[in-house]
């Protein structure tokens, strides 16, 4: 397109003039976006017109759409190029960068959040433990414009608010000096996506298989093979057992306890082969699986306002930023009330198929539930919330609130919506200390 034709050409001046110098690649994109904002001159719909009307497309970069719903690349210079991604339902993990350059948003909006890796301990060149700890979000729309800096300087991810997102990124082939490029597993890990094994991809998939078989001998072989395993495919392993053992349908259907009792004796099994480091992997599974579900249910939400909702509980740790956020995305509403109203009309909502109760994941969610909520993200105590149900309620009702505080107050901390920014865990400097401690 004769646009990014025009925006390659004044990248690719101002940075010969820099002798390609890496370091101010990310400010000249940057600053170049900005003068040139891709939202005045194109949009995401005569992009995809382009794409199939023109006869000469130029080579595209990531053929297999590993990154973007699709990504298409626009421009291609000797040392850079310029992608299009677009994005539906697609959310980022937290990540770093393999490359450097800038982004700009050309169309919806998106939750940006930012990242620290404090690393504690390598386990190898592709898999290290650590606290991922958040530092920032914010909320970026039509026309903002970050640079990307490669390597642990800038980790970050990007939750994807409207259907599509699309994001323009003028970028690096590859900074060979920041490789890997390591993806994040909140509270712990720092991993490397990319890393592959053929021999160990292939015994990770037979064993996947033999789960999903209920093959008889399948736990056996996954024990022996815990007994002599590395940590990194140790953690691999517990994920593909904690997915097929824990978190089966049929079994919490029907409330059985056999996976988890299976899962257990296997970690029991792990951890005689890696010792403390095996408490790290837990919290680790816990996320995962809290992040997945909010995931789930968020594709059976079409309403704008609840996904939004779900963005945040999802990738906001902070209770205080959760409800800023929601101030700044709708400015004329109270905060309050708009919490109140998307977790009522969330635990009116059934999904067809589900065991649970409704999309809170809680059950006769009412009123009170929403009035211990709201306390609870203003950062209250079980005993000032008690105080303000003594002075807000009658003697009689306030008698039989306080008495069902106890129950409402676990629910809404265990809730899987709710458990990343009401959990009273300790912070992950001190089980981190605590797990390395001689």
Do not use: C
Not at 42 to 66: A, R
Not at 126 to 141: M, Q, T
Not at 174 to 185: N, T
Not at 295 to 315: C, K, W
């Amino acid at each position: 397109m004769q646009f990014f034709d025009k925006l390659g050409a004044v990248i690719e001046q101002h940075w010969r003039s820099k002798n390609y110098d890496e370091a101010v690649f990310p400010e000249l994109a940057a600053q170049a976006l900005t003068e040139m904002p891709a939202h005045e001159h194109t949009s995401e719909q005569e992009i995809i017109h382009w794409l199939h009307t023109t006869m000469t497309l130029p080579k595209q970069m990531d053929v297999d759409g590993n990154f973007g719903n699709p990504p298409i690349t626009l421009y291609a210079a000797p040392r850079f190029y310029i992608d299009a991604y677009y994005w539906l339902d697609g959310t980022t993990s937290i990540h770093q960068h393999g490359f450097s350059g800038a982004f700009q948003v050309l169309t919806g909006s998106s939750l940006h959040s930012r990242y620290e890796f404090d690393e504690a301990q390598s386990i190898n060149q592709h898999f290290a433990i650590g606290n991922v700890n958040f530092k920032e979000v914010e909320l970026l729309k039509v026309g903002d414009t970050r640079q990307i800096l490669s390597g642990k300087q800038f980790i970050h991810s990007l939750f994807h608010l409207d259907r599509p997102s699309v994001t323009i990124t003028v970028r690096t082939y590859q900074d060979v000096k920041h490789l890997p490029q390591y993806e994040y597993l909140k509270p712990y890990f720092a991993r490397n996506p990319f890393f592959r094994e053929e021999s160990q991809t292939r015994k990770l998939q037979s064993l996947e298989m033999m789960l999903k078989l209920k093959h008889p001998q399948g736990d056996n072989l996954i024990a022996e093979i815990l007994q002599t395993a590395d940590f990194q495919t140790t953690f691999q392993i517990l994920q593909i057992a904690s997915h097929y053992l824990r978190h089966d349908a049929t079994q919490k259907l029907f409330q059985l306890s056999q996976g988890e009792e299976r899962y257990q004796t296997l970690l029991d099994y792990a951890h005689r082969r890696q010792g403390q480091l095996i408490g790290f992997i837990q919290p680790v599974m816990h996320e995962l699986y809290r992040q997945e579900q909010i995931i789930q249910r968020r594709q059976f939400i079409t309403g704008s306002e609840h996904r939004f909702f779900l963005a945040l509980l999802l990738n906001v740790p902070d209770r205080a930023k959760v409800l800023d956020l929601i101030q700044q995305r709708f400015a004329e509403r109270e905060v309050m009330e708009t919490l109140s109203d998307w977790t009522l009309e969330l635990a009116n909502t059934k999904v067809f198929g589900s065991d649970e109760p409704n999309l809170l994941g809680i059950a006769d969610f009412d009123e009170d539930y929403v009035f211990v909520l709201q306390r609870l993200m203003q950062g209250q105590t079980k005993e000032q919330i008690q105080q303000a149900i003594r002075e807000n309620f009658a003697a009689d009702y306030a008698e039989d609130f306080a008495a069902d505080l106890a129950t409402i107050y676990e629910r809404l901390q265990n809730a899987v919506l709710f458990r990343g920014i009401l959990a009273n865990y300790s912070s992950a400097d001190e089980e981190l200390s605590a797990r390395t401690a001689p």
